[in-house]
């Protein structure tokens, strides 16, 4: 007996779709708070101690949140193999500037501190400040492009070809997507550093991530008003077979349909949109209240409505072609093979509890307030 055959193809494409969406939410939850610890830093820290307060609330653990988005685009390119061809060859030049600001953040991190020089501390400070706000409005780009349709079209080989440039990603839409996606981050930040820090630091946090919650909130509304009345979504003409062999074009794709038919079909969706306003507004009222742990839990909660908006609106669509609406990319022809799904559901089935068990005791022993005392007296070994 084949133990694949215990799953069918079907179910194991499903699987994979929605823990894609778990593995990309685990990154915007994790390190999303220390991405907008970093975009708030000139907001909510006047001095060099009260910055390093900032800084040290995420210091233990950003790390550690980096595993989520390797994971997330190792999971790309084993699971979904033609999507991380399309994808990343096509949002090269995006996914450089995101590479490049992740890479310039774990410098500044280390080196910050070594020199008591106020220029040097203020240009890494400028550092983790672009390397918190660039990747947030990038990645919120980057759904905007594939909510509008990406252009790029397969030949009958299945070679993709990519038609658009790095400012045609940067329309107003997509814009309006990536300020929503920084804003969230701010608020996620601003509930951290509630958490984490204290004093001044954490009162500021507080106010600027309330901010980010109304930006949010109105933001968030504004796309999804766009989603209904301006941008034209994706329907089959024809469907390809859910358990059939993995090549877009055996499908028939229409443009123009509205991605709102997703919600008289499936109704329960908008349970998305509704965790999104409501996990927002929530964390706005903890912010305000200073409930930390409430906060904390709302802005996670706000972060999973918001993506899973798009991604149940999408379904089954993942990468829409705007040139080549037959050659888009849906769960049910991207995948990679019966068996490779298999047995990468049991290696995660394996591995994902013992980083997660790894990732909650890391939080655990690293828990605590930071405060100026803290920095001034560990001034020689901490960030």
């Not at 280390?110 to 008591?116: A, D, G, L, T």
């Not at 055996?250 to 709102?260: A, K, T």
């Not at 972060?303 to 999408?314: D, K, P, Q, R, Y």
Request: net charge negative; aromatic share 14%.
């Amino acid at each position: 007996m084949i133990l694949s055959s215990l799953i069918d193809y079907e179910t194991l494409r499903l699987i994979w779709w929605v823990l894609l969406g778990v593995l990309l939410t685990g990154f915007a939850l994790t390190d999303g708070f220390d991405m907008g610890v970093g975009a708030l830093l000139p907001f909510v820290a006047k001095t060099d101690v009260e910055r390093r307060v900032a800084i040290n609330t995420v210091g233990p653990v950003w790390e550690g949140n980096q595993v989520w988005f390797i994971l997330g685009g190792g999971a790309i390119f084993a699971a979904w193999p033609l999507l991380y061809a399309v994808s990343f060859s096509g949002f090269y030049l995006a996914m450089f500037v995101v590479l490049a600001t992740l890479i310039v953040r774990p410098v500044a991190f280390k080196y910050r501190s070594k020199r008591e020089s106020p220029r040097w501390r203020e240009n890494w400070d400028r550092a983790l400040f672009v390397s918190g706000a660039v990747p947030p409005v990038i990645f919120g780009v980057a759904v905007g492009n594939v909510l509008q349709g990406v252009p790029f079209r397969l030949t009958d080989e299945l070679v993709s070809h990519y038609d658009g440039s790095f400012f045609g990603l940067l329309d107003p839409f997509s814009l309006l997507c990536g300020l929503t996606a920084l804003a969230m981050m701010t608020m996620h930040g601003g509930a951290w550093l509630g958490l984490r820090a204290g004093g001044a630091v954490a009162e500021r946090g507080q106010r600027f991530g309330a901010y980010g919650a109304l930006a949010t909130i109105a933001l968030f509304a504004i796309a999804g008003l766009c989603i209904a009345f301006v941008i034209p979504g994706y329907a089959f003409v024809a469907e390809p077979p859910h358990d059939g062999p993995s090549n877009p074009l055996f499908s028939q794709v229409v443009r123009g349909e509205s991605w709102m038919v997703a919600y008289e079909t499936r109704p329960w969706i908008w349970a998305g949109p509704a965790l999104g306003f409501g996990g927002a507004a929530l964390a706005f009222i903890g912010l305000r209240a200073r409930w930390e742990v409430f906060t904390f839990l709302a802005s996670k909660l706000a972060i999973i409505g918001v993506i899973s908006t798009v991604g149940l609106t999408m379904f089954p669509f993942i990468l829409p072609s705007s040139i080549q609406p037959d050659a888009s990319l849906t769960v049910w022809d991207t995948s990679s093979s019966h068996q490779t799904l298999f047995n990468m559901l049991v290696a995660t089935a394996i591995f994902l509890p013992l980083i997660l068990a790894y990732t909650a005791w890391v939080y655990t022993v690293l828990w605590g307030r930071v405060d100026e005392d803290e920095v001034r007296s560990a001034s020689e070994t901490i960030y």
